[in-house]
């Protein structure tokens, strides 16, 4: 059996990482992988194969940057290529970007089994490409491998045969557990010194008592009136409780220069470089606070047990919301409700929590279905 993973950015990597050593135990499937290059400078994609002991992609596609037509579009013909000259049995994807997106297509059109990890993810907001991405997969896809029982209901619901649906848990929980005693082990000051944009004397830093954030998306960066907003709210309120560790993006980086923020940003909060996961995992165990748009994020937090600030309208991650068990609040880009949600925070007593087959054992269940599945 021939089996194509593919990955793309960032977000895929933490995922893909136990999947390969899973398959590594099946000598009779011969695993390609394939790495679209949807992120590809060294702090958003090398550092985490790196860290994470991925085998190096055995195929890279050197899509890059671009809109969105224009990265599907160039992967497609990429990635046809590819599974014409290796004819595989089946090709795995990951997630929700635009490289899921485009190599399901291509499986279907070149009748491969497709497999799609993360399956059900629901946001049920069609202005987010990732919603557009995941809707595209799961339509096409064979087995859908869904994390969590929310996905699983949200298939059944549209309509997805019961014989195409294998419930194997979160398979990023699966790379926390396997990395939690090496992020443990990394010093917090030596962390934040090494990676800090501006060198200078740092404030004293203590588990418990600093705050994360990460933001990214468009809602969020892109309109000078929301990103002023809430660069006011956490300069002048987290800032003022607290050291602050941004771990920036580049896209935000360069939206705050834009809008002339980044000045403030430099002065009151504590900007670092884009982690490497480890160092980014060892924050989240540890800070009082996460403030995210991410989704990744979100489910770390639930599991570490850190409050966490969801700077989105939604989230197709539902359960890791507190109204589940979790320790997620949907906040959006409204300052009243950061502001209120935030002090709530500050007395929450942390308090993991594991949602069903969060076990570190999900790669191990995604290669059992791929093998037991009759098409």
């Not at 944009?197 to 468009?218: G, I, N, Q, S």
């Not at 009136?225 to 006011?232: G, N």
């Not at 504590?270 to 979100?298: C, E, F, W």
């Not at 969060?358 to 009759?374: C, H, N, P, S, Y």
Request: hydrophobic share 40%; aromatic share 6%; net charge neutral.
């Amino acid at each position: 059996m021939t089996v194509i993973s593919v990955v793309g950015a960032r977000p895929n990597f933490m995922k893909i990482a136990p999947f390969c050593r899973a398959l590594k135990k099946h000598p009779e499937i011969r695993h390609i992988l394939v790495h679209t290059g949807q992120h590809y400078d060294v702090r958003m994609s090398d550092s985490f194969f790196a860290d994470l002991a991925i085998p190096a992609p055995d195929i890279h596609l050197n899509v890059g940057s671009g809109s969105h037509a224009a990265q599907v579009g160039k992967t497609m013909i990429e990635f046809e290529k590819v599974v014409r000259a290796e004819n595989p049995d089946w090709i795995v994807v990951v997630g929700d970007v635009n490289a899921t997106c485009a190599c399901s297509i291509v499986a279907k059109k070149e009748h491969v089994g497709l497999a799609h990890i993360e399956a059900g993810l629901r946001s049920n907001d069609i202005d987010m490409p990732e919603e557009v991405n995941r809707l595209v997969t799961d339509r096409l896809s064979d087995l859908l491998l869904t994390p969590d029982r929310i996905s699983l209901d949200n298939l059944r619901r549209e309509g997805v045969p019961e014989n195409r649906i294998a419930f194997v848990g979160n398979i990023m929980i699966d790379t926390l557990e396997e990395q939690r005693a090496e992020a443990a082990s990394r010093d917090l000051t030596a962390l934040v010194g090494r990676e800090a944009l501006e060198k200078r004397p740092l404030p004293p830093l203590a588990d418990d008592a600093f705050a994360v954030m990460t933001m990214h998306r468009p809602s969020n960066v892109d309109d000078p009136a929301i990103l002023s907003k809430m660069v006011d709210f956490l300069t002048e309120k987290v800032a003022a409780d607290m050291p602050l560790l941004w771990p920036i993006h580049p896209r935000a980086k360069k939206q705050l220069e834009l809008f002339g923020l980044w000045e403030k940003v430099r002065e009151k909060i504590i900007p670092l470089n884009p982690l490497g996961y480890h160092d980014m995992l060892r924050l989240n165990m540890t800070a009082k606070v996460m403030l995210t748009d991410s989704g990744g994020l979100q489910e770390e937090c639930c599991v570490l047990g850190t409050p966490c600030l969801t700077m989105r309208r939604n989230t197709e991650r539902p359960v890791t919301l507190q109204e589940h068990g979790g320790v997620s609040v949907l906040v959006g880009n409204d300052i009243a409700k950061i502001e209120t949600a935030y002090r709530d925070a500050l007395f929450f007593r942390r308090r993991p929590m594991r949602p069903e087959l969060w076990d570190g054992k999900t790669a191990e269940r995604i290669v059992r279905a791929i093998l037991e599945f009759r098409r």
